[in-house]
């Protein structure tokens, strides 16, 4: 824990030094959530982006999924995403996304503590670059004693693995948000920041969200 919060000084650091222009997104998400078994369960989500300072619409892209929790506390996804989004010369253009993750929590009282392992991979067909491999690790804490509200936070670094296994950090997502929960549905709030680390041209972006998904 505490490398990886010297990492993340550090990037704070170089990002700020290099004076990277800025652009402030809106993610909008809305949800249906199915439990198919005890273990078993579906997803469909629906998810709008802007960018350019809430400007222009960045993507849209619908996504389902799928999930198995042998455990409380342990969770296997698998998902698709089809991305329909703005390219490095603004044009829209379609994407694939397929990706599996594993996730654990664990409770300390009223302290909420989780970790996401996620490996998912792009493909862009007509570019130049037809397939991204990305992995990304996400830690999250959240505190419940607020309820209904509950305020959390994260830090999830994206790595870029590379043609012959070649591995570096690209990006970094700090957030905090606010869950509301209700029996048949929920709610998130949240602000983000992402800094960009391998390409010095990307703009630091500033992301506000809201997501609503509702339990079938």
Not at 54 to 78: D, H
Not at 148 to 162: C, M, N, R, T, Y
């Amino acid at each position: 824990m505490r490398c990886r919060a010297l990492l993340i000084g550090a990037v704070l650091a170089v990002a700020a030094s290099r004076g990277a222009h800025a652009d402030v997104q809106q993610w909008t998400e809305l949800g249906i959530g199915k439990d198919l078994t005890k273990r078993w369960s579906a997803s469909f989500d629906q998810h709008l982006r802007f960018d350019e300072d809430l400007s222009r619409v960045e993507s849209v892209m619908p996504e389902a999924g799928i999930g198995w929790r042998p455990k409380r506390w342990l969770r296997f996804s698998l998902g698709y995403r089809l991305q329909y989004q703005r390219d490095g010369s603004g044009d829209m253009a379609l994407r694939h996304r397929l990706h599996t993750a594993v996730r654990a929590r664990y409770a300390l009282g009223d302290v909420r503590l989780e970790y996401r392992l996620q490996l998912q991979e792009q493909l862009r067909p007509g570019s130049k670059d037809p397939a991204r491999h990305t992995l990304r690790d996400r830690a999250e804490v959240s505190y419940r004693r607020f309820k209904p509200w509950v305020p959390g936070a994260s830090v999830e670094l994206f790595h870029a693995i590379a043609d012959g296994d070649a591995i570096r950090l690209d990006k970094l997502w700090l957030t905090l948000n606010a869950a509301h929960s209700r029996k048949s549905w929920s709610a998130e709030v949240f602000y983000r920041v992402e800094v960009p680390i391998a390409d010095a041209m990307d703009p630091t972006l500033h992301i506000l969200g809201v997501g609503v998904h509702y339990d079938l």
